[in-house]
């Protein structure tokens, strides 16, 4: 079966820097995507791996590992409105169909 | 800016009715999707379409039809409406020509079914 995991919360205060691992295992991979969801919202695109690596987009970086099937999140210098539910999405097809991950609500306190 | 409307934020139906959700897109996209959002699965599939009246299942599809008669305008439809359908209702939309990994979603339609 396909499936994608990432641990289901994370708690962390302002500033702090916090990394959301995802593991998966999909019949297709051509990429991972990430998707930030606050609550009430609607998902909104992060950011995309397609190669093996680090890509930065101002405090959020994203990694992938495609011989370890493994992707990470970081979000640095966090504040309180990155407070939201972050899912990972394996790209699984030249179409552009994705099989999300349950998600991972980040709490950051004060 | 993309923009992808749902015809309703909430929706109370009771069970048996039949149910239409309508998603609209504004970016000649091709691709278009629909979702189900339960707490702790995170985003299911149910259909997909690749072009106008064109339609793949997905994970999730029974119980559920689709309608896509215009390019911008994917319709999602509960032949019989039942109570383990009561769930929060995604549609997005991503055109292949340029970044297919991009899905751009609607705010949602969160169903209720009596």
């Known amino acids: 079966g396909q499936s994608l995991e990432q641990p289901s919360e994370v708690t962390a205060v302002e500033g702090a820097i916090v990394q959301i691992n995802c593991t998966y295992q999909t019949s297709g991979f051509y990429g991972l995507s990430w998707y930030q969801q606050h609550d009430g919202g609607a998902p909104t695109f992060l950011s995309y791996n397609a190669l093996d690596g680090l890509e930065e987009t101002g405090r959020f970086s994203s990694f992938l590992s495609r011989s370890d099937s493994y992707g990470y999140l970081l979000l640095q210098e966090l504040q309180m409105k990155d407070s939201a539910s972050y899912f990972c999405a394996a790209l699984t097809d030249s179409w552009g169909k994705l099989q999300f991950g349950a998600g991972t609500q980040v709490v950051v306190t004060p | 800016d993309v923009k992808v409307t749902q015809s309703s934020r909430y929706l109370v139906k009771r069970t048996g009715e039949k149910v239409f959700l309508e998603c609209v897109q504004d970016?000649?996209?091709?691709?278009m999707f629909w979702y189900r959002q339960d707490p702790g699965l995170g985003l299911r599939l149910i259909y997909f379409?690749?072009?106008?009246?064109?339609?793949e299942k997905g994970d999730i599809p029974e119980g559920y039809s689709v309608s896509r008669e215009k390019k911008e305008r994917f319709s999602l439809i509960l032949e019989s409406a039942s109570t383990n359908q009561t769930s929060m209702y995604l549609c997005?939309?991503?055109?292949?020509?340029?970044?297919?990994?991009?899905?751009?979603f609607g705010p949602g339609t969160r169903l209720l079914v009596l």
């Open positions: 970016m000649d996209h091709e691709n």
């Open positions: 379409s690749y072009d106008v009246k064109m339609k």
């Open positions: 997005a939309s991503t055109s292949v020509r340029s970044s297919k990994e991009t899905q751009y």
